[in-house]
């Protein structure tokens, strides 16, 4: 099943919680929510206290991605917070085993994204432990750059790897997605879609969610 989960990064701050009700209408199924730190990426954005925020506006699972160096410092006050996944950057964890099984003795999902130039064979020896591969589909750190298309075979490697070794993890693509990359993505194996311009940039976002999960 396609899943949609509108990035807030591209939305109005000014006026959040209207934001957040205007998906929620359109029956999205997680709030992906963007942290960044200025140093893994150069884009800062927010941390802890506005992911607690935001999870006081919505029902919805907050799907928090962490693009932030050192990232064990921070798992337990993100948790706290209410995200409900959280998934970390394999470039910024040095003990990526360690990290994840930090983050699953909080009980939360665990997520780990990859840069378009990560290979998805350094994923593989703890992709059993994942609830959620990310596959970045641009260069992390800005909404509203365009989709980078020679990620598409590494989607459809890891969709047969996981099917092959009957593996739990949802392959989630995040970068550049609207209702035209979208069917590139899903035709390679991906089941959520991380989209922020291509709904807040819109008129209708409802048209845009709904124009991404037909097939
Ligand atoms: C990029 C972020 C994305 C981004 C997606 O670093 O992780 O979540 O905001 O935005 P669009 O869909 O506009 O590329
Ligand atoms: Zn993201």
């Given at each position: 099943m396609i899943r949609i989960a509108p990035s807030l990064l591209s939305a109005d701050f000014r006026n959040i919680e209207k934001e957040i009700k205007k998906v929620e209408r359109c029956g999205v199924d997680l709030l992906h929510l963007d942290t960044m730190d200025?140093?893994?990426?150069?884009n800062i954005t927010f941390g802890p206290m506005i992911v607690k925020a935001i999870n006081e506006c919505t029902k919805l699972p907050l799907d928090v991605h962490l693009m932030i160096e050192n990232p064990d410092s921070y798992v337990e006050s993100f948790v706290k917070s209410g995200a409900d996944y959280l998934t970390v950057s394999i470039e910024a964890c040095r003990h990526l085993h360690r990290t994840i099984s930090l983050i699953k003795s909080f009980d939360v999902k665990v997520g780990c994204a990859l840069n378009p130039a990560t290979s998805f064979c350094l994923v593989k020896p703890v992709l059993q432990e994942l609830d959620l591969l990310l596959l970045m589909t641009v260069n992390p750190g800005f909404g509203g750059q365009k989709f980078i298309e020679s990620v598409l075979p590494k989607i459809t490697r890891s969709r047969k790897f996981i099917e092959e070794n009957k593996l739990k993890a949802e392959i989630e693509v995040d970068g550049g997605i609207n209702p035209q990359t979208a069917q590139l993505v899903k035709k390679a194996g991906a089941n959520i879609l991380v989209v922020g311009d291509a709904i807040f940039k819109s008129k209708n976002y409802c048209q845009i969610v709904k124009a991404l999960r037909a097939s």
């Open positions: 200025g140093h893994f990426v150069p």
